[in-house]
């Protein structure tokens, strides 16, 4: 029986010398080692085999077994070695990479963080709200009349349930509010939806930061203070910031601002860049009914307010003509702001 497992072994290893491939290897390995293999087959002779016989051929079989084995893995190495050079071969490997871009932030989301920043100087902290509102959260409470034209069907979309998509983000001034008492120093920012027509500078959604600020003794001083801070931060020490007396239902008084800036390729103009006002007391008041209680109080509180559009901040920043680059999702025009 030792002679006959030499003999596997020696064929075996012979075997899997000549084995040209994985296949041819896998089969090597079936016809020694698999269940019907030989040296399997010779296993099995072991128990016709003398007491003092059993130990010395168990112990040959495992050492052959274990050779076998040891050939079998050794030789699909080199198989898979050659595989593998065969298949980058006429490769030359050693070749530099393309240049990888790995990508850069959105211009909008690039002037929404430099916004947050210069706000957080002045004491604001984040603070945000739904997109999908209530008709409360979005004209009652901000003292708009039942028959102002923004709640209109023409320009506000409405879900069947009476809700609606936020036409401004002055809706989180008074989830604020409702959940926190004064003294209240937030900004804003998201998304706000209109059914405007798309044109150059109008998006069905788009972006905008609010700010609010209530305390025992806000005045438009700090109001004109804070934005004036804000527009030179943003745009340069020596943009000058004016404030043109305007209407708003939840500021009295209200105000727009403009900016003194110099786009790219054009004379310094004035640019609208925000609205912004003193919180009307009508809205204290709702406030206060919505809260059941008077920490709101008109005679107790003072505030002001602002809203500014962040993808006319961008537009501004950059000089881009045309809202639509911010949301086309071209490369060539995105890989700009890297
Ligand atoms: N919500 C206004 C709009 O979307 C912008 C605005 C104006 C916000 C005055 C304010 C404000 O907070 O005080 O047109």
């Given at each position: 029986m030792k002679e006959e497992i030499a003999n596997i072994q020696t064929e075996a290893l012979s075997a899997i010398a000549a084995a040209a491939g994985e296949q041819e290897l896998e089969e090597v390995r079936i016809a020694f080692l698999g269940k019907k293999g030989r040296l399997t087959v010779a296993s099995a002779g072991m ?10 051929i168990g112990q040959l079989l495992n050492t052959t077994r274990y050779a076998i084995t040891e050939a079998l893995d050794t030789k699909g190495g080199i198989l898979q070695d050659d595989a593998d050079a065969a298949s980058v071969e006429g490769i030359d490997l050693s070749l530099p990479a393309l240049p990888l871009h790995p990508g ?227 490369a ?7």
């Open positions: 128990k016709d085999l003398s007491k003092d016989d059993k130990p010395v850069n932030l959105h211009p909008l989301t690039l002037v929404k963080d430099r916004a947050i920043t210069i706000l957080r100087q002045l004491g604001f902290s984040l603070a945000e709200g739904p997109e999908i509102e209530t008709e409360f959260h979005c004209f009652d409470a901000l003292n708009t009349p039942a028959e102002h034209p923004a709640r209109n069907e023409k320009d506000t979309f409405y879900f069947d349930s009476g809700k609606l998509l936020r036409t401004h983000t002055s809706t989180v001034q008074v989830r604020t509010m409702e959940n926190q008492a004064p003294p209240v120093r937030v900004i804003a920012p998201g998304s706000c939806y209109r059914r405007d027509e798309v044109d150059k500078t109008h998006l069905p959604a788009f972006n905008q930061l609010e700010g609010l600020y209530v305390d025992s003794d806000v005045q438009v001083g700090d109001l004109k203070g804070a934005l004036e801070f804000f527009y030179r931060a943003m745009f340069g020490e020596e943009t000058k910031v004016r404030f043109r007396p305007h209407f708003f239902p939840f500021t009295e008084p209200s105000f727009e601002i403009d900016a003194l800036l110099k786009l790219k390729g054009e004379e310094p103009k004035w640019i609208e860049v925000a609205g912004c006002g003193m919180v009307d007391p009508a809205v204290f008041d709702e406030i206060c009914k919505a809260r059941g209680d008077d920490f709101y109080d008109p005679d107790k509180v003072t505030g002001y307010a602002f809203g500014m559009g962040l993808d006319r901040l961008a537009m501004i920043q950059w000089g881009i003509k045309d809202i639509r680059l911010l949301i086309e999702n071209d060539r025009f995105l890989s700009q702001f890297a």
